[in-house]
C-alpha cells in the first residue's frame, strides 16, 4: 500500500494566488514525522518544511504553511502568494519511528506551474 | 550547515563499464547516508541505506552486486553502478541527516545524472 499519497499530478496557479497541494499518509506508527521537498528542473531537492506527529500546531515557514489534519491523516502544503520561481515539482514525504536513521518515504510528487 | 556534496553531476558511460559517484558531507559527520534512484518524471525510491563501517542494507529488488555502497568515513558514502545498462540510466541522489534529533530533514546532495549508451 502506498505510504505517501499525492493525488495531483499538476497544478496551476495565478502569480500572487495562494495555491495548496494535497498529500495524504498512511501509518500506524505512533511516532512519524512529514515533510515537503521542492524540486525544481535542476533536480536538487530543498527541504521546505516539517510536521511532527505530536506537533500541535500546523508549521509554518515564511510563505509554506501545512495544514496538518491528524485525523485525516493528511498534510497539505500550502504555498501562499505564488511566484514564478515556486515553478517545479513538490514531493510530500514521511518518517516513521521518528528518530533514529530511517529514510524518507516519498509520494509521486505534484507539479506546480505557477502562470504570470 | 548540512550540505551534502555529490559528485560527477552528471556523467555519460559505455554499456559494461563501472561508474562511481561519490557522495560527501562537507559540514557534518553522518553515520548513515540513503541513496535515491529517480527515474524521468517519476518519485525518489531508496536504494539502500550506507552505513558507516558495516555492510549497506538494500531495498528490495535492488541488485546489491550491481550497485556497490561503501561506507568507509564518516563524511563519505559510494555507489558503484557496476557493468552499466542504458536501463540503468537514471538519476541518483544521496542524502543523510545532519544530526538525529526527529525533526531534522534529510540533506540531499545535488544529485548525479547517469546516461548509458
Known amino acids: 500500500a502506498q505510504k505517501i499519497t499525492q493525488t495531483q499530478p499538476g497544478m496551476f496557479v495565478q502569480e500572487k494566488e495562494a495555491v495548496t497541494l494535497d498529500c495524504t499518509y498512511d501509518t500506524s506508527d505512533p511516532s512519524y514525522g512529514l515533510f515537503w521537498y521542492k524540486q525544481p528542473s535542476s533536480g536538487e531537492m530543498i527541504f521546505l518544511i516539517y510536521q511532527g506527529s505530536y506537533d500541535q500546531q500546523n508549521a509554518t515557514e515564511g510563505r509554506y504553511s501545512l495544514n496538518f489534519q491528524k485525523a485525516r491523516k493528511s498534510a497539505n502544503l500550502v504555498i501562499s502568494a505564488s511566484q514564478l520561481g515556486d515553478s517545479a515539482m513538490y514531493f510530500c514525504a514521511m518518517r516513521e519511528a521518528n528518530s533514529g536513521n530511517t529514510p524518507l518515504v516519498f509520494g509521486k510528487g505534484t507539479r506546480l506551474s505557477v502562470i504570470a | 550547515g548540512a550540505v551534502v556534496s555529490q559528485h560527477p553531476s552528471r556523467v555519460i558511460c559505455k554499456s559494461g563499464t563501472s561508474v562511481k559517484i561519490e557522495c560527501r558531507s562537507l559540514d557534518f559527520q553522518a553515520t548513515t547516508m540513503f541513496w535515491y534512484r529517480q527515474f524521468p518524471k517519476q518519485s525518489l525510491m531508496l536504494m539502500a541505506t550506507?552505513?558507516?563501517?558495516?555492510?549497506?542494507?538494500?531495498e528490495q529488488g535492488v541488485e546489491k552486486d550491481k550497485f556497490l555502497i561503501n561506507h568507509a568515513s564518516l563524511t563519505l558514502s559510494t555507489l558503484t553502478v557496476t557493468s552499466a545498462h542504458p536501463e540503468d540510466s537514471s538519476f541518483y541522489i544521496c542524502?543523510?541527516?545532519?544530526?538525529?534529533?526527529?525533526?531534522?530533514?534529510?540533506?540531499f546532495g545535488n544529485g548525479t545524472r547517469l546516461t548509458v549508451t
Open positions: 542524502s543523510a541527516r545532519g544530526d538525529r534529533v526527529g525533526n531534522s530533514p534529510l540533506h
Open positions: 550506507s552505513n558507516e563501517g558495516s555492510k549497506a542494507t538494500y
